[in-house]
């Protein structure tokens, strides 16, 4: 369960671009989820 809300954080962050999230932490925290939520959706393919 606690993935979706990494996920959905990373979503939220990158489009909303959150200011109290440091950039580069935020970059990297999305990047790694967005890795990880396609890798599911492709293993659920």
Do not use: G, P
Not at 15 to 24: K, M, R, S
Not at 29 to 43: E, K, Q
């Amino acid at each position: 369960m606690f993935f979706y809300f990494d996920v959905l954080f990373c979503v939220v962050d990158c489009f909303v671009d959150l200011d109290f999230v440091n950039f580069d932490v935020a970059e990297i925290f999305c990047s790694r989820s967005y890795f990880f939520f396609v890798l599911l959706i492709v293993l659920l393919i």
